[in-house]
């Protein structure tokens, strides 16, 4: 049984722009409290985003709106990237990895098995989340990016 709590953890305004919602989990056995951010800046959402360690915080999600969302897992050199935005799912690849490998990652407080093309660095899913906040939208066309679409 998971106990989900929420909490708001600060509002991080800089100028008039707008703000994004963003939660990282936080769990502590069994029970994750979701923190909740407020942010318009990029640094702001890298902070968050250092917290992932695949123990603790192992997903970050930024709520483009009630239906559309971009989610990081993962944590210590390790992540993965999905999100859904007018009803199309998205999921980052490193179209490099050629292996069929499975690899073990805690993302949302669940190990999961993961196929090695959607195992990506640092540098590539902070990087997408920046772009996510910065255009309001997933990168979907961002030659540096790749995606799977459903």
């Not at 942010?39 to 999600?61: F, G, M, P, W, Y």
């Not at 799912?89 to 669940?110: A, D, R, V, Y």
Request: aromatic share 8%; glycine share 8%; proline share 1%.
């Amino acid at each position: 049984m998971y106990i989900h709590l929420v909490e708001v953890k600060d509002i991080y305004q800089l100028n008039k722009e707008v703000i994004m919602e963003i939660t990282l989990d936080n769990w502590n056995g069994s029970h994750c409290k979701e923190e909740v951010y407020h942010i318009n800046s990029s640094e702001r959402l890298l902070e968050i985003l250092e917290k992932l360690d695949a123990k603790q915080h192992t997903l970050v999600n930024l709520v483009l709106s009630e239906e559309n969302y971009l989610m990081i897992g993962g944590g210590r050199g390790k992540y993965v990237v999905t999100g859904e935005e007018n009803e199309i799912i998205f999921n980052l690849i490193n179209p490099e990895e050629g292996s069929t490998l499975k690899i073990e990652l805690n993302t949302g407080g669940q190990i999961g098995l993961f196929e090695s093309k959607y195992i990506l660095s640092k540098e590539i899913a902070f990087k997408c989340a920046v772009k996510c906040l910065t255009m309001g939208g997933i990168p979907q066309n961002d030659l540096d990016l790749s995606w799977e679409r459903y």
